[in-house]
C-alpha cells in the first residue's frame, strides 16, 4: 500500500515545507497534479515544479498526473523535468497513438502510467497492459480537489484489477479514511490523497491516520 499525496491543495507559498512533513511522515512519493485549462476547467503546475521538487528532494519519486491533450508537447518536458513516472489520460489522444507515447516514456527512462476518466470503459486498458507500470482509475471528475468519491469507483477498480494482475491500481479523487478502505477492498494499492492530508489537521496526523487504516 503506498499513499502518494496530491499537492494540488498544499499551501503553494509552503510547499517544500509541507512536503518535508509529509516526508517526515513517511511518504516516499508525490503525485504532482498538472492541469492545462483545457483538458481540465482548472490550471495548476508546470515543468518548473517537478524539476524544483526533484532537486529539493532527489529521494522522493515525483509521479507526474498529466491533464492535457498536448502530449507531443508536454511530454518531453516532464521527461526532462525528472519525472520519475508519468501518467497521461487515455482521452487525452487517438487510441492508437496511446502505445507510442508509452514506448516514448520507457525508452526515455520514465515509468508510464494511463489514467481512465469515470466515463472511459475499463477494457480499453487491455491491449495496453504490457506497456503499463500503473493503472490510474479517476474517483472523481479530474480538475479540483476536495470532490466526492464516486459511488461507481469500487466496481471500476475492481474490473481494472481483475484485468491487471501484478499492475498496481492507483485511485485519485475524494479519498479518506473511509474510502480508501473501500478502494482497496476493491484492490487498489495506491493511494492519492489531497485535501485529506494537506487542508485539514497536521499533515503527520493525516497520513498517520490514512496509514493505520490501509494497514488494518
Ligand atoms: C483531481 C486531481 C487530484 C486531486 C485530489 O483532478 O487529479 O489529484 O488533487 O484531491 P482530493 O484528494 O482532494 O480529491
Ligand atoms: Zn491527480
Not at 532537486?55 to 525528472?82: C, I, T, Y
Not at 486498458?125 to 466526492?148: A, E, H, N, S
Not at 479518506?176 to 496526523?205: H, M, P, R
Amino acid at each position: 500500500m503506498l499513499i502518494a499525496p496530491s499537492i494540488l491543495n498544499a499551501d503553494n507559498l509552503n510547499l517544500a515545507k509541507e512536503i518535508a512533513a509529509a516526508k517526515e511522515a513517511g511518504i516516499t512519493r508525490f503525485h504532482l497534479d498538472i492541469m492545462d485549462g483545457h483538458f481540465v476547467p482548472n490550471l495548476s503546475f508546470g515543468p518548473q515544479l517537478v524539476q524544483d521538487f526533484k532537486k529539493q528532494f532527489p529521494d522522493l519519486e515525483a509521479e507526474v498526473h498529466l491533464m492535457s491533450s498536448n502530449l507531443r508537447g508536454m511530454l518531453p518536458d516532464f521527461v526532462k523535468a525528472g519525472a520519475d513516472l508519468i501518467e497521461f489520460h487515455y482521452e487525452a489522444d487517438y487510441a492508437n497513438q496511446i502505445p507510442g507515447w508509452l514506448d516514448y516514456l520507457h525508452d526515455s527512462g520514465v515509468k508510464a502510467g494511463i489514467v481512465l476518466n469515470p466515463d472511459t470503459e475499463i477494457r480499453v486498458l487491455k491491449p495496453l497492459l504490457p506497456k503499463l507500470d500503473q493503472i490510474l482509475i479517476m474517483t472523481v471528475y479530474p480538475g479540483f480537489g476536495g470532490q466526492k468519491f464516486m459511488e461507481v469507483a469500487p466496481s471500476r477498480i475492481k474490473a481494472a484489477k481483475d484485468l491487471a494482475g501484478e499492475i498496481p491500481i492507483e485511485v485519485d479523487g475524494g479519498i479518506n479514511a473511509e474510502t480508501a478502505k473501500l478502494a482497496k477492498e476493491a484492490g487498489a494499492t495506491v493511494f492519492v490523497a489531497g485535501s485529506y492530508i494537506f487542508s485539514q489537521k497536521a499533515i503527520d496526523q493525516q497520513v498517520a491516520e490514512l496509514k493505520r487504516i490501509l494497514e488494518e
